[in-house]
């Protein structure tokens, strides 16, 4: 596709059930990266791939959350016993692995745990 | 510890008027610098970047940006506001594969 694909776009859990969360990056992209954001607030970083390279996964909240990137492709959040503090969107971006290029956003999952 | 600064949560200004929405950071070595906008109930945008060269950097929607090395600062400007450039604004640096971001300023567009 020509952008970010994340899906689903909305996402209603009851507490204590898992959910999965993908991330289509732009093709030929290397770089992907995982944020949360709460209502209006600022970007929380949660783990960052690279190529093979091993994943940077010093955001990750707990170890309720953990993820996966196939083929250097796709990618899936998963986050285990989902709590209510765990409700925000979560953001996924590629870019290339060149330091000064820009990074491009999905819409975004909406995750409300209830 | 390496940080982006938006020293303002809001920003409002009167629709025509310049806006100018502050970012400072504090990262080693030569890091780019980003401007990206979030509409409501959307993801980011990239707006601009800098790179190197001309200390003035010209985006998307006619904003611009202006670095300043000695005070570390990457300031975002328009000469005349629109109603429609009301959103949420994030400065991000790059100084490695790491993307810092600030906190966000949301800018507020009054007619």
């Known amino acids: 596709g020509a952008g970010v694909s994340q899906s689903p776009s909305n996402k209603v859990t009851e507490k204590g059930k898992d959910v999965e969360l993908r991330c289509d990056p732009i093709?030929?992209?290397?770089?992907l990266y995982w944020y949360r954001q709460s209502l209006g607030q600022g970007l929380e970083f949660l783990i960052y791939?690279?190529?093979?390279?091993?994943?940077?996964k010093s955001g990750l909240p707990s170890d309720r959350f953990s993820a996966e990137r196939t083929g250097g492709s796709v990618s899936t959040l998963t986050i285990q016993r989902t709590q209510q503090e765990d409700s925000a969107v979560y953001l996924c971006?590629?870019?290339?692995?060149?330091?000064?290029?820009?990074?491009?956003f999905g819409q975004g999952t909406r995750l409300t745990v209830v | 510890a390496q940080s982006v600064a938006q020293p303002e949560d809001q920003v409002n200004v009167a629709e025509g008027n310049p806006l100018t929405v502050k970012c400072t950071y504090s990262?080693?070595?030569?890091?780019?610098l980003f401007w990206y906008v979030q509409y409501p109930n959307r993801g980011l945008q990239f707006l601009l970047k800098?790179?190197?060269?001309d200390n003035l950097v010209k985006g998307s929607y006619g904003f611009e940006a202006e670095f300043n090395k000695s005070q570390t600062s990457f300031h975002l400007k328009k000469p005349s506001a629109l109603v429609s450039d009301s959103a949420l604004y994030f400065c991000?640096?790059?100084?490695?594969?790491?993307?810092?971001w600030g906190a966000g300023t949301k800018l507020i567009i009054k007619p």
């Open positions: 990262v080693s070595g030569n890091p780019y």
């Open positions: 093709s030929g992209h290397t770089a």
């Open positions: 800098y790179i190197t060269g």
């Open positions: 991000a640096v790059r100084p490695n594969y790491q993307l810092i």
């Open positions: 791939f690279q190529g093979n390279s091993a994943p940077d």
């Open positions: 971006a590629s870019s290339l692995d060149n330091w000064n290029t820009e990074a491009f």
